[in-house]
């Protein structure tokens, strides 16, 4: 079981940069994916960037380039680096965990996916 806390939202201008922060907490070890998604009102939350278990950083096509994502396994701390942030960037981010977990009285496991409350990122022309 793990909690994730995001930090690091603000107000930027456009061409501006902004990094955000996901801290995680409890079996941390046992976290496999990470990722970043956001939201608006009146969209379905979209997947920005994740970084699959043993993988390399992955980018959606509106972010690819501008975005940097990296993921320190030890601590449990993955960082979103948004570079030349555009108004279209504007929403509510939020960091998303997938934890292995015990299932039952026997060793078999589980994926649990596990969300953060998000963090208000906000772009101005």
Aim: with cysteine; aromatic share 8%; hydrophobic share 35%.
């Amino acid at each position: 079981q793990v909690q994730l806390v995001e930090s690091g939202g603000g107000l930027v201008q456009a061409g501006g940069s902004l990094t955000l922060s996901c801290v995680a907490s409890g079996t941390i070890d046992r976290i496999s994916n990470v990722a970043w998604y956001r939201q608006t009102p009146g969209k379905s939350r979209e997947l920005v960037a994740r970084i699959l278990y043993g993988g390399s950083p992955q980018y959606a096509d509106s972010v690819k380039g501008r975005f940097s994502m990296s993921r320190d396994n030890t601590n449990g701390t993955t960082l979103l680096q948004m570079n030349t942030l555009k108004p279209e960037d504007t929403a509510v981010y939020y960091c998303n965990a997938d934890c292995l977990e015990d299932v039952g009285s026997s060793d078999a496991m589980k994926v649990v996916t596990y969300w953060g409350k998000g963090t208000l990122v906000t772009v101005s022309s």
